[in-house]
């Protein structure tokens, strides 16, 4: 049974963050994301500086511009600058690498439309559409530059923590008087698909996954999108989301357990992870021989906040329970 982590990681040094991650992942190696770093590190950011289209960081945040403003340009020389660390320090690695980047609808929630509005790319269709298009474009050359480096098989992981909060109207916009839009599901589906088409294109892609820390998932849409797996939260799973679940690995594809929360900083005993995991996994009702091919587990979220060691030794601890429960299920 694998684990992996979902992105970001404590502190600013990404080469020590690279060194915990590598030494503690086997077959799924997730690059390392730091918030703490700086604005064009956290994961509005990071996305932007992968994107030609240009924005700009402001008291107010992030927001489309004319030209390329200089934190994205940072974002784009983290990129360069981390992709020669990360090619030093995992060398002899052979595991799949896994890269995290904000959904369309996240960084349209979170990103404002040029000056003079106040308003969030969301409000705008034609905006939204100009996004996503450029986010297809710069996960593909992404995915291409990590094959060309490694050689190795990719995952490109999409966080949307925010879709929930879109597909039921609960974004206010700026006077906070009213609500933003609520995107045609049509929308959405095209978005992700071309998302999902343009990694794809791209050789040694291996699964393109959708995660989720919020509640309000939609398991069907994500299924209608093409996702390959799905990463989330399971404090947020009702008897509904249970039965969407059990579909979705009805139909071969991959679930992520995010079986650990990481908005507190605690560190569960492995006896209490493989607890949590195992009831989720029996009403799951997966057969045991599916269970390396299917499942993951993982924290919740990123670690960013989290003190490294508290980080290091919960991603120890998943690894360990991954392989009780194993054992367990098999019997």
Not at 61 to 73: D, H, I, N, P
Not at 137 to 159: N, S
Not at 287 to 295: K, M, N, S, T, Y
Not at 320 to 325: D, G, I, K, M, T
Request: glycine residues 10%; negative net charge; proline residues 5%.
């Amino acid at each position: 049974m694998r684990t992996t982590g979902l992105g970001s990681m404590p502190g600013r040094d990404f080469r020590a963050a690279t060194r915990v991650v590598a030494d503690l992942s086997d077959e799924l190696l997730a690059w390392p994301e730091l918030p703490q770093r700086d604005e064009s590190s956290a994961m509005i950011g990071r996305t932007l500086g992968l994107l030609a289209q240009p924005g700009e960081l402001d008291t107010d945040g992030w927001r489309l511009a004319a030209g390329r403003g200089s934190a994205q340009e940072r974002a784009a020389r983290w990129w360069r600058t981390d992709l020669d660390d990360f090619e030093e320090l995992t060398q002899g690695h052979e595991g799949t690498i896994k890269v995290a980047m904000a959904g369309p609808w996240t960084l349209a929630a979170s990103v404002r439309l040029a000056y003079p509005t106040m308003n969030h790319v969301i409000s705008d269709p034609g905006a939204c559409r100009d996004i996503w298009q450029a986010l297809a474009q710069g996960a593909a050359d992404l995915a291409g530059r990590l094959r060309q480096r490694f050689g190795r098989p990719i995952i490109v992981q999409l966080d949307e923590p925010m879709i929930g909060a879109v597909l039921r109207g609960g974004l206010p916009t700026f006077s906070g008087l009213d609500r933003y839009r609520i995107p045609d599901l049509d929308e959405v589906l095209t978005s992700w698909r071309q998302l999902i088409g343009a990694a794809r294109q791209v050789s040694g892609v291996e699964q393109v996954w959708l995660h989720c820390c919020g509640p309000d998932f939609d398991v069907d849409l994500a299924g209608r999108a093409g996702f390959d797996a799905l990463a989330l939260d399971t404090r947020f799973w009702d008897s509904a989301l249970f039965e969407a679940c059990q579909a979705w690995l009805a139909d071969g594809h991959t679930i992520a357990l995010g079986v650990v929360r990481t908005d507190q900083v605690s560190v569960p005993p492995t006896d209490r992870i493989v607890a949590d995991a195992l009831e989720i996994l029996r009403r799951l009702e997966l057969p045991a021989e599916l269970l390396d091919a299917q499942v993951v587990l993982t924290p919740a979220c990123g670690l960013g906040a989290w003190p490294m060691p508290d980080a290091a030794q919960l991603l120890q601890r998943l690894t360990q329970a991954a392989e009780l429960v194993a054992e367990r299920i098999r019997g």
